[in-house]
């Protein structure tokens, strides 16, 4: 069945599917249709963290294709360990290739983020671009005490995922943008044309980081909220707690 069929879009072999389906060409689509803004927020989100501490041991959650790691290679100390995770095979396979062009350990596994693979308290710095979407407001309370859990004391973390703006004129524009524009470029780069179309349902299901921040500063981690453009992305850094 399509994962747009399922009844519950938040169901993980729903959304494994979708990215299995897409691994083939979501890294061009995704940078052709946002303009290249994918790419500023992937910068953004690294340049949240606070570069006077050393990354350390590095983990990228729902790493997808490993597009993080050229950020992290480019405007980061090297770190200690990287890891990327994500239950994707298809985006795990090409998240080991970009893995081989670090000059630092990297590793990539390949499971559901909260089959906890990560130990408790191992991670000095948490990153993750446009994961949080695909959760529903139960997983993302899930997810912060997840990301309590994973991280040392005074570990540092920067999340960010598309959003949808306040401004009325600017969600109009998102709306033709993710039901219209996203899909259309997928079936002009070959991919299935439903799955952007259904990727555009969880942004709008999603809204903002605003109740992930809530969930975060819940689990005892010290929170900050972001929006960039107009609250076109937003997202949480900060640390926890020593
Ligand atoms: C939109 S992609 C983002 C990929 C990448 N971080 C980027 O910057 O483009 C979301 C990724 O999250 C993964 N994912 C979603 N839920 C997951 C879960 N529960 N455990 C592991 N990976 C998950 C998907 O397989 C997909 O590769």
Redesign the pocket.
Known sequence: MHPSQQKDIYN?SA??E???EM?TT??VV?MIASLGF?IIW?KYVIAKLDRNRAPGVMV?????????FSVIRSDLKPPEKLVG????SK??DQAKVEAGRNQFETEVIE?????KNIADGSADTVV????L???SQE?QAR?AKELARILKPGGQFSFIEISVPRNSLLRFGLQFYLKLFIPMIGKICLGNPDNYRH?GVYTGKFGNSRFFHEQVQAAGLESDYFEHFFGCATGVHGRKPN
Do not use: H, W
């Open positions: 993980p959304v494994k979708l990215f299995n691994s979501y890294g995704n994918t992937r990228d959650l729902m790493s997808g294709m490993g597009e993080l995770i994500d239950f994707s985006m795990c499971a559901d983020i909260f089959d993750c671009s446009f994961g979407k695909t959760f997983q997810f990727l």
